[in-house]
C-alpha cells in the first residue's frame, strides 16, 4: 500500500517538474532594461509664460454722433469703407443751424444793450449829490443805499444774462452739422439715412483703426499676481502657425469670473501693429546687411565667436551666405509676416504672457533632477565614467529644462531619466548657434 501512494507521488512530482520545464521553454525573454540617457549639460534661454486662448477684436473703436439736431442730408460712407482723418463721413441740412446761430447772435446783441442800460443808471445814482444852503447850515443829501443795491443787483443780472449768450453762440459755432473721421481708418456700422430727423448726440457711424487689435484671455488665481499691467506678451495666430507677435498687457480685470467655482481673471493684451512691426524687422536687417556690405562681423556673430558657439571660419561662411542671399536686395529683406497679410476680427489666437525670462543661462533637462527634502541633486557622469551625485542650486523651470543657477557647468554630463525628453536646450529655447540674426531665422523664443 505504502509502495503504491509513493509511486503516485513521484509521479505527481516529475509531471509538475516537466509542466515547468515546458512552459519556460516557451517563455519569451525578458526585455533587457534600457539605459538612462546621458546629456551634456547646456546653455541657453528660458522663458516662463502664462498661455491661453482668445479671439482678436478691434481694440481702437469709436462712435460718431452729431452734435446739433437737425435733418440729416446726406451719408457719404458705406459699412466696410476706409476713410481718412479728417474726412467728411455725414452732414446735416445747415439750414436750422443757420437760423439758429442768427437768432443766438440776436440773444447776444440785446444782452449787451440791456447790460449798457443797466449800467447808466447806476453810474448816475453813484454820482448824484444834492446840497442845501439855509442860513449858517449846508445840508448834503445823497441817493438811498436801497436803490443804489436794487441797481447793482441789475447790472449783476445783465451781465448773467450776456454770459449765458455768448456761451451759447460759442457752443452753436463750434458744433458742427459735420461728422469726420477722427483718425485713418474704416467704417464698421453706419445709423442714419439721409432724411432722417435726428437730435444732438444721435450717432451717425461707427469708426475703428484697422491695425490695433487686442485679445483677451482668462488667468488662473494663481497665475495673476505674476501678469503686470505693461507686461510683455506674444500673440500666436492659429491659422498661421510660426507667426508670433509682439503684444502688451493693457488691462487686468479687477473682478474675477467663477465658474463652477474656479476663479479666474481676464486679462487683455494689445497687439503691435503689424506696420510698426515690419519696420522694426526692416530697420534691423538694414543694419545688418550694413555691416555685411562693409565686411563687418555683427556683433552677435562676434559675441558667439568669443563665447566659443561658433568658430571664425563659420561666421564667415555664414556673412557668405546672407551676402549671396539678400545682398543683392539692396535691404529688402523678406519679413516674417507674409505680404498682404492683414489681421481681422475674430481670428483665433493663443497668446502668451511672459512673466519670467532668462538668457545665456545653464539648462538641464528635468529628468535629471530629483529632491529629498529641500535639496535638489543631479547624477553627475564624470570622465572616467564614475557617476557622482552632486547637489544643485535651481531657478527657473519649465516644463521641459530647469535652469540651474549654482553646482554645474556647461559641458558637464548628466543623467536623464529613461523616457524624459532630451531636445538640445540650444534647439529647444534658442536658434543653433544660440543668436538671432535678422533674416537667418526665428527669433530665440
Known sequence: MKSKLF???????????????????????????????????????LTIDITGSGNLVLS??????????????EVMVEEGESV?????????????WDKEVITLERDQLQAEINLENAELPLDKAEEETTTTVTGDIRVTTTTDPKEIKIKELQVELAEARLEDTQEALEEALNASPEVTAPFDGFITKVNVDGGDEVKKGTVAVT???PNK??????????DILQVKLGGEASVQVDALQGMSLPAEVTHISPT??????VVNYQVKVEVKPLETIMQEQQQARQETMESITQGELPERLRQ???EGQITQEEAEEMMKQMQQGQAGQQGQVPTAIPEGFQLRE???????IIVDERNDIVLVPNGAITSQGRQTYVQVVSPDGTIEQRTITTGISDWQYTQVTEGLSEGEQVVVAQGTATTPATQQQRPPGGMFIPGMGPGGR
Open 7 to 45: 509511486k503516485i507521488v513521484l509521479i505527481l512530482v516529475l509531471c509538475g517538474v516537466g509542466a515547468f520545464l515546458l512552459i519556460s521553454a516557451f517563455k519569451p525573454e525578458s526585455a533587457p532594461v534600457s539605459e538612462n540617457q546621458v546629456v551634456a549639460v547646456q546653455r541657453g534661454d
Open 60 to 73: 481702437l473703436t469709436e462712435d460718431l454722433a452729431f452734435e446739433i439736431s437737425g435733418t440729416v442730408e
Open 84 to 96: 481718412e482723418e479728417g474726412q467728411v463721413l455725414a452732414k446735416l441740412d445747415t439750414s436750422e
Open 207 to 209: 469708426i475703428a483703426d
Open 213 to 222: 487689435f487686442e485679445a483677451s484671455i482668462l488667468v488662473s488665481e494663481m
Open 256 to 261: 474675477a469670473t467663477i465658474q463652477q467655482g
Open 304 to 306: 558667439a565667436i568669443e
Open 346 to 352: 475674430g481670428l483665433t489666437v493663443t497668446v502668451s
